[in-house]
């Protein structure tokens, strides 16, 4: 029987499995902003290190910082991209979210913006609920980007700090 040989690519599919999987349970059974959604993030920086130990046992290893952040870009990319993905057609399949935050904007814009007009108000309303989809894919493509790169840069450096 062949195995799979584990590249940044199939530990970025493994990890982002995980991560969606984690993500579906604690939306289910998890209380509203309950800390263990920040699991998903631990989740991820173990797949980043997961991809840059591997490569580190690997024959090609070189002990270089670019080659070894570069393992893990190749990971946390194909990760940022399934869980765009994902929120996405989360968003689409959950449209009620987008009415929640139009809610949440309206009651924040008459609590905290006397100036606006009641026209002005549910312009921004309608704003918020047409342009939900495309913000949640904003962000998740912001955070998953930038907590990539702090995770592989981390790894990175402990990897070569612990060489000498």
């Not at 399934?82 to 924040?108: C, G, L, Q, W």
Request: charged share 15%; glycine share 8%.
């Amino acid at each position: 029987m062949r195995s799979i040989k584990l590249t940044p690519l199939v530990i970025g599919l493994i990890t982002a499995a995980a991560m969606i999987l984690l993500s579906i349970l604690v939306f289910y059974y998890a209380p509203a902003n309950s800390p263990l959604a920040y699991l998903i993030y631990a989740l991820y920086g173990g797949g980043i290190m997961w991809t840059l130990f591997n490569y580190k046992a690997s024959a090609d290893y070189q002990p270089a910082f670019g080659t070894l952040f570069n393992q893990g870009f190749r990971c946390f990319i194909v990760v940022t991209i399934a869980m765009i993905f994902f929120f996405a057609i989360n968003s689409k399949m959950h449209p009620e979210f987008a009415d929640e935050a139009a809610v949440a904007t309206r009651e924040y814009l008459q609590q905290n913006n006397k100036d606006m007009t009641p026209a002005q108000i549910e312009e921004s309303v309608e704003n918020t609920r047409k342009g939900y989809t495309t913000g949640v894919v904003y962000g998740a493509i912001f955070s998953y980007l930038i907590f990539g790169v702090i995770f592989t840069v981390t790894g990175s450096g402990i990897i070569l700090i612990r060489r000498r």
